[in-house]
């Protein structure tokens, strides 16, 4: 444990991004063999689905260019604009991110699936998820944000983000594949 808090202390951007992209991928493979296997255990079904790594490969290559960058630059910017850890400097932060991060955040799960999936409209999942994933988001991130502002050193925020993200990204993942799995029935 002390050579990895070492790694990260001496290596924090380096340790964040590659922590955080890993926990993306480690999330889209958890939604396609546990929460996958259990809708295609239906009457209609024939076999439980194997694994997309396209699918876990574009997941991973979000988390890589845009949430685990964003995070690592926003949380360095939240704590230098709203400095401390005392209960208003940790409310605070925690509602600017969800005012902005948030929004921010999701959108760029969404739209940068559906890129990279090359779909004609880039906006149809962020349009039809984009609320059920917000809502689900403040209750969310305000708790694991609060947390994180008050109790987990900066250096460490991004990968302690990144693992909160791993649960997070398991719902917007699984809840991505449950409503196109019903409209394409």
């Not at 449950?178 to 409209?183: A, G, I, K, N, W």
Request: some cysteine.
């Amino acid at each position: 444990m002390n050579r990895a808090w070492a790694a990260l202390r001496a290596r924090p951007y380096i340790s964040n991004v590659a922590g955080y992209t890993a926990l993306f991928a480690s999330a889209d493979i958890f939604q396609q063999s546990v929460l996958s296997r259990r809708r295609a255990v239906g009457p209609e079904s024939h076999a439980a689905p194997g694994i997309s790594w396209r699918q876990t490969a574009r997941v991973a290559a979000v988390g890589f260019c845009f949430h685990a960058n964003f995070n690592y630059r926003w949380l360095s910017w939240l704590e230098r604009m709203l400095p401390g850890g005392g209960v208003k400097a940790v409310m605070a932060k925690v509602g600017v991110d969800q005012l902005v991060a948030g929004p921010l955040t999701i959108s760029a799960f969404y739209i940068g699936l559906s890129l990279l999936e090359s779909k004609d409209d880039i906006l149809e999942d962020w349009r039809e998820k984009f609320w059920p994933s917000y809502k689900t988001g403040v209750v969310f991130w305000s708790t694991v944000q609060a947390v994180n502002f008050s109790l987990v050193p900066p250096v460490a925020r991004t990968i302690f983000l990144g693992v909160a993200a791993l649960v997070f990204t398991i719902f917007l993942c699984h809840l991505r594949q449950q409503q196109d799995h019903e409209l394409k029935k």
